[in-house]
């Protein structure tokens, strides 16, 4: 098992950045694959991107691609979203997810683990 916790959410005006961090407890934290997900009201979740076990091996939305970059430190049982050039539809409720199969990739359904979220609102 291993618990998530995202922070770093908040208010920022278009063009602006954030960071988010997702804290991890519980079992070895690079053993999992980590991933990112949004979800605006009324729609459905997203997938933002995934990050391997080393940090290597990064995917992202076409949405994001340029602007959102996934980091990790093992070492400290972290994660990260960096984003830049934030638009107004950028904001959701952005959450942090890990997955025990090396497989897991674009759907909600290939992770096992999740945080509670934390709001992004972007102002135009």
């Known amino acids: 098992q291993v618990q998530l916790v995202e922070s770093g959410g908040g208010l920022v005006q278009s063009g602006g950045s954030l960071r988010l961090s997702c804290a991890a407890s519980g079992r070895t934290f690079s053993s999992y694959i980590v991933a990112w997900f949004r979800q605006a009201p009324g729609k459905e979740r997203e997938f933002v991107g995934r990050i391997g076990w080393s940090g290597i091996s990064q995917y992202y939305a076409d949405s994001v691609k340029g602007r959102f970059t996934i980091s990790r430190d093992n070492a400290t049982n972290t994660a990260y979203l960096q984003m830049i050039s934030l638009k107004p539809e950028d904001t959701a409720v952005y959450y942090c997810?890990?997955?025990?199969?090396?497989?897991?990739?674009?759907?909600?359904?290939?992770?096992?683990?999740w945080g509670q979220g934390t709001q992004v609102t972007v102002s135009s």
């Open positions: 997810a890990a997955a025990n199969s090396g497989s897991a990739f674009l759907l909600s359904a290939d992770y096992d683990y």
